[in-house]
């Protein structure tokens, strides 16, 4: 059973923040302190599986292990391309099959394929190689660009979402928000190549949405919301796809995981 995240109040997060740059401030001071001990916010890992793909399975298993790591967001994006072998997969859109081929020149890929894990918009491996997720994950908290402080608060039936202003240096960053499904949530595969077996997906993206862009000025968004998902934003450079910022909040009543 998933822990029920309380509500997050803009002093909270504020409060956060500034335990966060304490935290940096004393690690300048203390060199034996690692990186991971000051990570101010989640390194984002997007999983891109399809219930039409025999390997993606393990690669789903693999990230709902990551996301019980710390100073990490875990989504799962359904793709579509597969559905032509006898099974639509119930989660796919054919955005996030897009958003998957927007990577493919910025990480230097040939094409698109499944499973994939992007980390942080900036490096990617194969969901079935551990090891290799492990040597991104490392280099990508080696190189994390700075960026701005993010305040989510869910009220009600709407989300508000507070970017901080910061410095940006090159072209203004994508602002993508993520509605997502937490914990665990399976389906009755019953054709194509994962026939006969219910498979288990983590932190399944339903939504998602571009708010706008990010130039260096704060700036806030209210967008619909339902205490039934999950929310994460990304705010994401133009130029390399890489995330300069990210937050995610959880006002679900429960969620189970068997």
Same mark, same amino acid.
């Given at each position: ?7 997050? +109040? ?9 335990? +966060? ?42 990230? =709902?292990?990551?996301?019980? %790591? ?13 559905? !032509? ?13 897009? %958003?998957? @081929?927007?990577?493919? +020149?910025?990480?230097?890929?040939? @094409? ?25 994950? +490392? ?20 989300? %508000? ?18 509605? !997502? ?13 994962? =026939? ?32 039934? =998902? ?29």
């Amino acid at each position: 059973i998933s822990t029920m995240l309380p509500r997050l +109040s803009f002093s909270l997060i504020a409060a956060a923040a500034t335990a +966060s740059a304490a935290l940096a401030q004393s690690a300048d001071e203390a060199t034996a302190e690692t990186p991971e001990q000051v990570q101010a916010r989640p390194i984002v890992v997007e999983l891109f599986t399809s219930q039409g793909c025999m390997n993606c399975p393990r690669a789903n298993a693999h990230l =709902r292990e990551l996301s019980q %790591r710390d100073g990490l967001l875990a989504l799962s994006l359904s793709v579509d391309y597969w559905d !032509y072998r006898g099974w639509m997969d119930t989660y796919a859109q054919p955005a996030f099959a897009d %958003r998957q @081929r927007d990577y493919v +020149s910025v990480l230097d890929n040939r @094409r698109i394929y499944t499973p994939q894990m992007v980390i942080d918009g900036a490096h990617n491996a194969s969901g079935t190689h551990p090891e290799d997720i492990d040597e991104a994950l +490392s280099a990508r908290l080696a190189a994390m660009p700075s960026g701005p402080d993010i305040a989510l608060e869910q009220a009600e039936d709407a989300l %508000r979402i507070q970017i901080a202003e910061a410095e940006l240096s090159g072209a203004p960053a994508d602002i993508w928000l993520f509605g !997502y499904a937490p914990g665990t949530s399976v389906v009755d595969v019953q054709a194509g190549a994962n =026939r006969g077996r219910e498979l288990e997906h983590f932190n399944v993206v339903l939504e998602m949405t571009h708010l706008g862009e990010w130039s260096g000025e704060a700036v806030i968004f209210e967008h619909p919301a339902t205490d039934e =998902r999950a929310y994460a934003v990304l705010v994401q450079s133009f130029a390399e796809h890489g995330v300069i910022a990210a937050a995610s909040i959880d006002n679900t009543a429960a969620h189970l995981a068997p």
